[in-house]
């Protein structure tokens, strides 16, 4: 592969990774409130399926936009709804939207199949798409990949230099230490869910408006990135850099299996499709393996010197959630 | 109000709530809500043909529906189900393609190979238990990450090496010859051996969970782990077990699917059955003794909307819509009313 | 400001939490809120702090009615409370946690957080450090941090439920002469207790709650007994000091080491008898809870080695020592110890030997029967377990050991429990003693409960362990010192 077509590989990478970066640091956004939203995978299904019928309809994009974005808060809505005034099982409600609104989006996506869209142009940056090697890599994409770099910076200073970014620590760790002093835990709750839910919503219409144009019902290729924006926000530790991180390592790889087929013509394009899939959980794996007791106990049987030694490795590679996730909270 | 009525109007209210919503995506669509029930209702119910139909496609349901009950008494997300079964009608293609040319009897053949496909998904779901009670991956993302290898194994399998004479394709492998299909009911493609299989199954379900003590022992597991253990319960060792014959179940809905149904391995070997089981068990509040009617209802709604496209140009993913509905509706609902109640106990204690 | 509370009314379903209750609380002094756990004390502060909202009755500020509906609006009135169980956030860091709540701006206040953090902390002669990690903090500490944090935001009134428990007496000299001089400055200082002594030492003056009502209120010189009778009604004592004869070791302890996160215990040597009751003291999170969990096989220990009845268990898992007759009775009793939705008929199920595959209910049925009466246990045999109460779910856990256990390791046995059921768990603990030949070996923030029931009293600091000490040879003031670390070889004396 020459060095061009190397570069304009991984500025596609940059491209693809974007509607993942949303999603991933949408989700992070809820779950560091406490809220965990299991709908995320058929709620992209359905916001790229529902932007893009109003985008064919009013040949807006913006709207599109705006229609994918408010999809995905009000089912992330709904989810935390049903937790906080309902009482009902996060992991219960946010699963079975996830298989409605995929459904959803297949029954009423029907008529627009195979229809062509408005699509969002590219909008190279003057002067710094210009510089060799970077320009191609970093300005000469369109405003949602620009956007994707702007969030994440936006995303990290908004939660760990903020005073209201300090207080949704709080109320993700310890909602009633948070309550007793003076944070209003249930409505930033509400809060956080329906923007984590609008950055969600809005990798839908990322794909059909511009990375994968269009609505394609079940070959859309999109089943399954909700998903790995789930594991993604648990492999980045809840960290918004973290999770963006491993979004475009997610994005890199995909794209290597693309590229990598035809040297390797025996092995079957399924293994190297569905490649990401076995690695996340290799990731979950290392992630979360310091917790378990067994380990515990077996560290305690081994000499002083090899036991910490691993413990510091663990200790490096753990992620701990947010002590209150999934946990309702009352407020009396 | 007395219970039993209270809990009628509930869930009339909680059935309505669905239908109500779904006939909204239905004017959305611009389609008469009315026809569309109407089409479903014929499609599923309306001959005898349509109902052997909707039991043919109860059984694998009834099955997978059966062992997500342990996991979730064990406090399980089993979402790994999807791979368990196809893991069991791989092992069931598997053992039939080894022994379909030997001097052995069918009956014998598909009595292995049903064991088989029972014990292939009971491995693919040791390897979910192995995940969650040793690597601490939780069992949604482990089970996840299984089922999308366990396409990928399927496809690999249909295109690669059990490929049909030619190219490969979508259509799947090479039929199994008559004699090794399970025998059906003469003019249906309903099979009686299958119809036990589930019977039996949801039976055995029900006795273990609620009369023994292996089932209360797994509800202390699910519902607080720790002082299961204080208790004296192997925490370990129950999660696997539940892990195991949850996916014996479902893997046993993989055989049935490929030795009544299609009698070869296709890419959609599981039909979408083990997302369905998680939905009826949610439905059905984890109570074993609704889970043969509430299954056959859904089982009836994914025939039904067959009829949609070939009528009314609709997609069938309607049935997904309606049941997804009605789910979140009896979870909401049940939220609301005990919101009611308690408005109610805090009234009444007042006065 | 002086604080009026009037007519306050509070229930939690039929429980009357608080009946009636009219106080007022004079500006620039420390006022004492004595009664026994269960009084209503925690219950009346929490709604004084927006925590709770009151069925009926006012709150006046300085002669004017106030209304509070959450935590922030009594923090605007200048209102504070520091909860038993410190309401901070353990994974992050002090000076995170000192600013989490601070009401305005948008970016970090970090400089300005930080500098005050070190003057107010050094105003008291307390030694935080801002980078480092809460949950490596002391009870004490932590209890430093809150006041300080309520200082910076204007606190005038604050109050401190029941701080003294689990923190060392010099951390306590430390806090009394930061009461003191808070109250000199003019502000409100509420203390709640359940000790006599501290009110004291501390109190201008005291108010007695007792079963939800006010019982009464003076001033000192106090008269003890007269306290006594208000908070209790009558005369309760625990009793004479009682032991049980003893006999042949159960549990040896040689050399053993257990490490967890962050704390190591190591050379711990003892011999345990039957009917022997063994206390360990010290501050939470100095390693009792380690030692005790070793002793059960829930943590294996990296050095030594555990014998159970001249059995050698180390390195065996908690089931295998259950099969030698020890139990382990934790302090959650809801987190750990029972499972919520099952029933008491369930659970008791559960704790039984199995017979067979199937469940005979029957039989069962007559079991939980006989022993909800033999255990006074107010609660049906088809009651959810947590509908019970946190004097009848301890009695359900009793209820739910086996006989003849050889070894009873319980962490806080009375936590929570009013007088009369925490005497009651005791006087079945020590029948265990006399008439079963169990061995009990505990740990308590209690130090009365420790000096009361213990034969030997093993003290913690720091992940050091001391020499049993015989109950009879020590009392709180000595303990108190130790388990600040006084008597420990510590390379400089012993901190906050």
Known sequence: ?332 | MKPRWENLAFATAAVFVALAFTSLVLVTAGASPFEAYWYMLKGSLGSWAKISDVLVAWVPLLLATAGLLITFAAGLWNIGVEGQIVLGGIFTTWVLRLLQDSTLSPAFILILAITAGALGGALWAALAGLLKVFGGVNEIFGGLGLDFVAVALTLWLIFGPWKRPGIGSMSGTEPFPPQLWLPTLPGSRLSLWSLLIGVVSIAIVYFLLSGTYFGLKLKAVGKNPRAAYLLGIPTTRYLMMAFVLSGLFAGLAGAVQVTAVYHRLIPAISSGYGWLGLMVSMLINFQPAWAAPVTFFFAALNIGSIQLPIVLKLDSSLSGVLQGALVLSFLLMGGVRQRWLKKHQQEASDE | MEIELRHIHKYFGPVHANDDITLTIPSGSIQGLLGENGAGKSTLMKILSGYLRPDAGEIRINGSPIEMHSPADAIRFGIGMLHQDPMDFPPMRVLDNFMVGYPEGLLLPREEARQALLDLSAQFGFSLDPDAYVESLTVGERQQLEIVRLLWLGAQVLIFDEPTTGISAQQKEKLFAALHRLADEGKTIIFVTHKLEEVELLCDQVAVLRAGKLVGEARPPYDLDALVEMMFGKVVTKGARVSAPLGKPVLQIKNLAVESHRLRIEGVNLEVREGEVIGLAGMEGSGQRQLLRACAGLIRPVEGEIWVDGHNLTGKSYHDFMRHGVAYVPAARLEEGLVPNLTLLEHMILADEQRGLIIDRQAALQLTKERIETFNIRGRPHSPIESLSGGNQQRALLALLRPGLRLLLMEHPTRGLDMESAIWVWQTLKRRCREERTAIFFMSSDLEEILHYSDRILVFFSGQVSEPIPATETDIEHLGQLIGGRGFNTPEEATP
């Open chain 1, 1 to 332: 592969m020459s060095s061009h077509e190397l570069l304009i590989g991984l500025a596609g990478v940059l491209v693809a990774a974007a509607p993942i970066v949303f999603a991933t640091i949408g989700e992070t956004f809820t779950e560091r409130s406490g809220i965990i939203n299991l709908s995320v995978n058929g709620t992209i299904l359905l916001a790229a399926m529902a932007s893009f019928a109003v985008a064919v309809n009013t040949q807006s994009i913006v709207l599109g936009f705006l229609m994918g974005m408010a999809v995905g808060a009000i089912v992330a809505l709904l989810v935390a709804f049903s937790s906080i005034a309902l009482k009902q099982s996060q992991v219960a409600v946010g699963f079975v939207l996830t298989l409605m609104t995929r459904d959803l989006a297949y029954f009423l996506g029907n008529p627009y199949m195979g229809l062509q869209g408005p699509r969002v142009q590219n909008t190279p940056i003057p002067i710094l798409s210009d510089i060799p090697v970077i320009g191609p890599l970093f300005f000469s994409h369109d405003p949602l990949t620009y956007f994707s770099f702007i969030l994440i910076g936006l995303a990290w200073w908004w939660m760990f230099r903020t005073r209201p970014g300090l207080t949704l620590q709080a109320i993700g760790e310890r909602p009633e230490a948070a309550y007793a002093r003076g944070a209003a835990v249930n409505k930033l709750r509400y809060l956080y869910t329906a923007l984590g839910g609008a950055l969600v919503g809005l990798a839908g219409p990322t794909y059909s408006l511009s990375v994968k144009a269009g609505w394609k019902g079940t070959i859309s290729g999109l089943d399954g990135i909700g998903w790995i924006a789930l594991a993604l926000t648990i492999f980045g530790g809840w960290d918004p850099v973290r999770g963006a991180i491993g979004a475009y390592f997610f994005a890199l790889l995909q794209w290597l299996g693309l590229v990598l087929q035809p040297y390797l013509p025996n092995v079957p394009s399924q293994v190297l499709q569905v490649a990401p899939f076995p690695l996340m959980i290799l990731t979950l794996l290392l992630v979360n393996i310091g917790n378990a007791e067994w380990v515990d106990r077996t560290l305690a049987g081994l000499p002083p010197d090899a036991r910490r030694f691993i413990q510091r490795v663990l200790r490096w590679m753990q992620v701990v959630p947010p002590a209150s996730l999934g946990v309702p909270f009352e407020e009396e």
